[in-house]
């Protein structure tokens, strides 16, 4: 359990040291990016994952926010005559949700560990091994988007485990959560598998290029009679 709490820690300060100015468009696409200058007409930036890449112009009203990594926040009007607002992170004015409800899905692949009474059990009852590879699906619904870059979210994921054992070995797992401007994202939901029902804790960063999500997350399933921890990788597409 130490070890668990250390990784999920970990994780934490790896997505706050590696902050990032985020771009916000009015349609809800955003943009991971290192911003450069700002000019009356365009906003011109280099893409996060790709610093040493060509210099970007987005026109300025196609933004709504701009959430820069030291916390400040600037928003853009939609008028003709429009002017930015900047805002400090002690500001307490609360802007309006981003955008609606945004549909998301990808694949979903990693690996299980199951440890305690739990492991002994599985194996004398299914014969599985208490390691297992995972495939499966991440559907994912953005309920919202604050102007503050923090999204929540409804996640459905359903896991197929056991192949490289030759066994069938299902489980599927219902998660709210909340993700972080930055990447960084939590949650907790019911789950049912083999080893019967339980409540898991997830915890992940989320990376972005040309607009595919790639998250990698943490899954943590305690009980009575062992606890099981799983990592899977994967890549979000947008459903307009």
Same mark, same amino acid.
């Given at each position: 359990?130490? @070890?668990?709490?250390?990784?999920?820690?970990?994780?934490?300060?790896?997505?706050?040291?590696?902050?990032? %100015?985020?771009?916000? $468009?009015?349609? &809800?696409?955003?943009?991971?990016?290192?911003?450069?200058?700002?000019? =009356?007409?365009?906003? @011109?930036? @280099? !893409?996060? %994952?790709? =610093?040493? &890449?060509?210099?970007?112009?987005? /026109? $300025?009203?196609?933004?709504?926010?701009?959430?820069?990594?030291?916390?400040? $926040?600037?928003? +853009?009007?939609?008028?003709?005559? #429009?002017? /930015?607002?900047?805002?400090?992170?002690?500001?307490?004015?609360?802007?309006?949700?981003?955008?609606?409800?945004?549909?998301?899905?990808?694949? !979903?692949?990693?690996?299980?560990?199951?440890?305690?009474?739990? #492991?002994? !059990?599985?194996? %004398?009852?299914? %014969?599985?091994?208490?390691?297992?590879?995972?495939?499966?699906?991440? +559907?994912?619904?953005?309920? +919202?988007?604050?102007?503050?870059?923090?999204?929540?979210?409804?996640?459905?994921?359903?896991?197929?485990?056991?192949?490289?054992?030759?066994?069938?070995?299902?489980?599927?797992?219902?998660?709210?959560?909340? !993700? @972080?401007?930055?990447?960084?994202? +939590?949650?907790?939901? /019911?789950?049912?598998?083999?080893?019967?029902?339980?409540?898991?804790? #997830? #915890? &992940?960063?989320?990376?972005?290029?040309? &607009?595919?999500?790639? =998250?990698?997350?943490?899954?943590?399933? /305690?009980?009575?009679?062992?606890?099981?921890?799983?990592?899977?990788?994967?890549?979000?597409?947008?459903?307009?």
């Amino acid at each position: 359990m130490k @070890k668990i709490i250390l990784m999920l820690i970990g994780m934490w300060t790896f997505a706050q040291a590696y902050a990032q %100015d985020i771009i916000i $468009k009015k349609n &809800g696409d955003e943009i991971s990016a290192k911003i450069l200058e700002l000019t =009356p007409e365009v906003i @011109k930036y @280099k !893409r996060y %994952d790709y =610093p040493e &890449g060509p210099t970007i112009s987005l /026109p $300025k009203n196609e933004v709504f926010l701009i959430r820069y990594a030291n916390g400040t $926040k600037e928003t +853009f009007n939609t008028g003709p005559n #429009a002017s /930015p607002v900047t805002a400090s992170p002690a500001t307490a004015e609360i802007y309006p949700p981003v955008q609606p409800e945004i549909k998301l899905g990808g694949p !979903r692949l990693g690996f299980t560990i199951i440890g305690g009474a739990q #492991a002994n !059990r599985l194996h %004398d009852e299914f %014969d599985i091994n208490p390691f297992l590879t995972q495939f499966g699906w991440q +559907f994912e619904s953005r309920m +919202f988007t604050t102007a503050g870059g923090l999204s929540g979210l409804v996640e459905l994921v359903p896991l197929v485990g056991g192949l490289e054992q030759g066994r069938f070995v299902p489980s599927i797992s219902g998660i709210l959560g909340l !993700r @972080k401007a930055g990447g960084f994202e +939590f949650g907790v939901g /019911p789950n049912l598998s083999l080893a019967g029902v339980g409540l898991v804790f #997830a #915890a &992940g960063t989320n990376f972005t290029s040309q &607009g595919i999500n790639f =998250p990698v997350n943490v899954a943590l399933v /305690p009980g009575s009679d062992g606890v099981r921890v799983s990592l899977l990788f994967g890549f979000n597409s947008r459903k307009n």
